[in-house]
Nanobody
Framework: QVQLVESGGGLVQAGGSLRLSCAAS????????MRWYRQFPGTRRELVGT???????????NYEPSAEGRFTISRDNVKKTTYLQMTSLKPEDTAVYYC?????????WGQGTQVTVSS
């Protein structure tokens, strides 16, 4: 089992930045992929970006077009924490953000953190 706890959400003005954190605990050695999703009111969660954990520390990342160039996913293996650095935020980025861990076919969600971008 893996437990995930997000933090770092809040209210920010358009053009500002936020860094979300996703702290993992439990059997974290199972984790192969970390993803960030977001969910707008009344809609399904949509993928923001993916980090694939490299066996020799060479992680790879991919982003959806809405996040490309503005958002960056990284991780600190010692702290067992994955980050979503968001810059140039727009009001349309307002959503609940979730991290998701994928390991050996099992998936684990965090509880979500609200990000609100004011115009």
């Amino acid at each position: 089992q893996v437990q995930l706890v997000e933090s770092g959400g809040g209210l920010v003005q358009a053009g500002g930045s936020l860094r979300l954190s996703c702290a993992a605990s439990g059997d974290t050695s199972r984790i192969e992929v970390m993803r960030w999703y977001r969910q707008f009111p009344g809609t399904r969660r949509e993928l923001v970006g993916t980090l694939r954990i490299g066996s020799s520390g060479g992680d790879t990342t991919n982003y959806e077009p809405s996040a490309e160039g503005r958002f960056t996913i990284s991780r600190d293996n010692v702290k067992k924490t994955t980050y979503l650095q968001m810059t140039s935020l727009k009001p349309e980025d307002t959503a609940v953000y979730y991290c998701y861990a994928d390991g050996y076919g099992d998936g684990y969600w965090g509880q979500g953190t609200q990000v609100t971008v004011s115009s």
